[in-house]
């Protein structure tokens, strides 16, 4: 995956020091019932299967940046409904040793047009899955959609 050129201005200053970045989650829904699908994406990076997630570039407002990820990854055109989850997640360190921990702004977004295909390089598959058909979506995933799927116009908050 390509790391944005300010992280990459960051890490020339910081080298592999712990990066607090902000990322958001687009869980994209369409239908109803038991016919609701998520837009879902295979990452390049670690084959997971996942809603898209991306990171805020400086001054984007969050669903903004949402949407340009799913625009962006899956070719697909969706527009953000409501924030459902804001979590902190555990501090990562990727294969060059560089450490990051993201505040993750999870939306639910209502899709609206585009078939979904792999649109930049970041993912090897984009497509609609039932959303009753997640097994092989690791748990903390299934959590940011269920929170999607539940419909509730508040944000969920960690305390």
């Keep these: 995956m390509a790391t944005p050129d300010f992280i990459l201005r960051l890490r020339e200053k910081i080298g592999t020091e712990l990066l607090w970045l902000t990322g958001v989650t687009a869980v994209v829904l369409r239908g109803e019932g038991a016919e609701q699908e998520v837009l879902l994406v295979r990452r390049t990076d670690n084959a997971r299967l996942t809603p898209v997630t991306g990171i805020i570039d400086p001054g984007e407002q969050p669903a903004a940046a949402a949407a340009r990820e799913v625009l962006e990854e899956a070719d697909v055109i969706a527009e953000p409904e409501t924030l459902v989850w804001v979590n902190t997640l555990p501090p990562m360190v990727y294969p060059n040793g560089d450490r990051s921990q993201y505040l993750d702004l999870v939306f639910r977004f209502r899709y609206v047009a585009g078939e979904p295909r792999p ?9 609609w899955r039932r959303v009753d058909d997640l097994d092989d979506v690791d748990p903390e ?14 944000a969920r908050f960690e305390r």
């Design 119 to 127: 649109a930049d390089g970041e993912n090897t598959e984009a497509l």
């Design 141 to 154: 995933m299934r959590e940011r959609i269920r929170m999607a799927v539940a419909g509730s116009d508040r």
